[in-house]
């Protein structure tokens, strides 16, 4: 099944405790995307990569950070995790760019910093 | 720079009537691509329908069918005989070829 997974669903953690928060998807494509939801202010994107080794700053890349080693990979980092950074996270991926290609989006990471 | 705006954060409809919601954008890409998405309690995203900038004529996906003014840069979405399954958040977005922007929402009631 075409699918984009990320792990864990839900995390509580405490500030400045590194994490990591995985994302894989098996439809070989090229371009994926994390992105953050805050109610009233919809889904923000925090990071992208055009391909394996490139990666570019989306519209909130503050506090995060990424890794494109693999094409099926796109792991988000918080480095030192603050409360601010208590969210709904969403990666995405696409056969492309998102100009044209249907994103494919996970089921979500339930993240709460204390 | 990419903006979209939603500006009805709720919306109600009774089932099987119509509803259309509303969504305006601002971009500086000379090609992009609009869409619609919905995002049920599960909060999964579903891509509903999407618009190629440069077509005139409107998308349609059964029920669901936008009316895009490119001068306007306005693209709202009707949604036809409204189902209980409608129910959801539905998010706008605007995108070129490397970043998607995506409006604040709207919240769809149905009413049975």
């Known amino acids: 099944e075409a699918q984009v997974t990320q792990n864990p669903r839900y995390l509580i953690t405490v500030t400045g405790k590194k994490l990591t928060v995985t994302c894989s998807q098996n439809m070989n494509h090229e371009y994926m995307s994390w992105y953050r939801q805050d109610p009233g202010l919809g889904l923000r994107q925090i990071y992208y990569s055009m391909n394996v080794e490139v990666t570019d700053k989306g519209d909130v890349p503050e506090g995060y950070k990424v890794s494109r080693k693999e094409k099926r990979n796109f792991p988000l980092i918080l480095e030192s995790p603050s409360p601010n950074q208590t969210s709904l996270y969403f990666c995405?991926?696409?056969?492309?760019?998102?100009?044209?290609?249907?994103?494919?989006f996970g089921p979500g990471t339930r993240l709460t910093v204390l | 720079a990419q903006t979209v705006t939603q500006s009805q954060p709720e919306m109600s409809v009774q089932e099987a009537e119509t509803v259309t919601l509303s969504c305006t954008y601002d971009?500086?890409?000379?090609?992009?691509?609009l869409f619609w998405y919905k995002q049920p309690p599960s909060r999964q995203m579903i891509l509903v329908i999407r618009q190629e900038a440069y077509k005139q004529q409107n998308a349609t996906e059964n029920r669901f069918s936008v009316n895009f003014q490119k001068a306007a840069k306005s693209f709202s979405l009707k949604i036809s005989d409204s189902q209980l399954g409608d129910a959801a958040m539905y998010f706008c977005?605007?995108?070129?070829?490397?970043?998607?922007?995506f409006g604040t929402g709207t919240k769809l009631q149905v009413i049975p």
């Open positions: 977005a605007s995108g070129g070829y490397q970043k998607v922007t």
């Open positions: 995405a991926s696409s056969l492309y760019g998102t100009e044209y290609n249907e994103q494919f």
């Open positions: 971009t500086s890409e000379s090609d992009y691509y």
